[in-house]
């Protein structure tokens, strides 16, 4: 017989782990195992996340584990350690634990028997989202923008219905028209009662007979649409806009679900966005910044004359006020910080070289900075 794996390895959980962070890792691994998962269902790794989350959640297991590992538990059966049935609500220890209906809700279309849902009555459909990139001016200021998603409508000939006509409707002899049937599912827990879809009507309880020929009884119509969307001023990255109406198809007569634009912003080779701030590097010669000076600063709305003092120093961060970002809800506007990048030239004219040797010489060498760093070291 292979050799157990150890139960924190099993969960993905480290050995000091939480209730709340086992209980978490158990729900995600159930349904991701679960057989009547399609995808990644599997029999054997969901009996063992199962015995690993029997031991690891009930305290005094858990100690007992920790002490002697599989060991403790061998005669108990590691399938299903304690005999506990582990479907029932409350299980765990001290009666804590959550609705295990809840996980067996995506596969069996209503859970347990403890729960009964109507199948049959309208549903609204699922939301989508969808990513659109957008310009980074465009993001601040706004703009409408066209995408192209296809959406299911409602079939105007058979309203819906799938029937040719009204009479073509006929109540499902599976279900009875309850859209559901019952099933009992021999598990290494036992035996498991559960609702599961009408494989005859799927879930609608109703059957057609004769089938509308515009659509084919499906009831909807798949099209592609052409819809534009507003951009608002100042929306940021992963914000969403929602559009009603142009998600998943509802079932039985129900509505569609909404579409959610999530906002994708392509950066600026000069500004970088912080919040509602502007961030922009600018280059300013080294005598400009020793001297002083204004200069036109780009911003989002355009250039703003900017007073640079003098003796600015590289690196040195101006703020302009109000030049930032409109805020999407307030209207408020962040502000600009420019970095200043000191350059100083690598070639010079004869004439600028005896320039700046006059002024080297009209200097005191004792005030120089270099000389002040060194008689910090000194004293």
Do not use: W
Request: hydrophobic fraction near 30%; proline fraction near 4%; aromatic fraction near 8%.
């Amino acid at each position: 017989m292979a050799e157990k794996r150890d139960y924190y390895d099993v969960l993905g959980v480290k050995k000091n782990a939480t209730k709340d962070e086992i209980k978490s890792a158990y729900r995600k691994l159930a349904k991701k195992y679960h057989p009547d998962n399609k995808d990644t269902g599997s029999e054997t790794k969901f009996k063992e996340v199962q015995a690993a989350y029997d031991i690891l959640y009930d305290d005094q297991k858990r100690s007992t584990y920790d002490q002697f590992g599989h060991a403790a538990f061998e005669q108990a059966g590691a399938g299903n350690p304690g005999g506990a049935n582990p479907f029932q609500q409350g299980f765990g220890a001290n009666g804590e634990g959550f609705d295990f209906g809840d996980i067996f809700n995506s596969f069996f279309g209503g859970g347990t028997s403890r729960r009964q849902t109507n199948t049959t009555g309208p549903r609204r459909g699922n939301d989508v989202v969808m990513r659109v990139k957008v310009n980074f001016m465009d993001a601040v200021k706004g703009r409408d923008i066209k995408i192209s998603i296809n959406v299911d409508e409602q079939c105007s000939a058979c309203h819906g219905t799938g029937a040719r006509s009204p009479k073509d409707i006929k109540t499902c002899p599976t279900c009875g028209g309850r859209g559901y049937v019952r099933a009992q599912r021999r598990t290494l827990f036992g035996t498991m009662e559960s609702q599961e879809v009408c494989p005859n009507c799927g879930g609608t309880g109703k059957i057609i007979t004769d089938k509308c020929p515009a659509c084919g009884g499906k009831g909807y119509i798949r099209k592609k649409k052409d819809v534009t969307v507003h951009i608002l001023a100042g929306i940021n990255e992963g914000q969403q806009i929602r559009v009603s109406g142009l998600g998943e198809r509802g079932a039985n007569g129900g509505p569609n679900g909404d579409l959610y634009v999530e906002v994708v912003i392509n950066s600026h080779p000069l500004f970088k966005r912080d919040g509602n701030d502007i961030h922009i590097e600018v280059p300013l010669d080294f005598v400009d910044a020793a001297l002083g000076t204004t200069l036109d600063i780009p911003t989002v709305y355009g250039d703003v004359t900017l007073n640079i003092p003098a003796g600015t120093q590289p690196g040195q961060i101006l703020r302009m006020k109000g030049q930032g970002i409109k805020d999407l809800r307030s209207g408020k506007p962040g502000n600009q910080y420019v970095h200043l990048l000191v350059k100083v030239p690598t070639s010079l004219t004869k004439e600028q070289k005896n320039i700046l040797e006059s002024f080297k010489a009209a200097s005191d060498s004792k005030d120089s900075f270099f000389t002040k760093f060194k008689k910090a070291f000194k004293n």
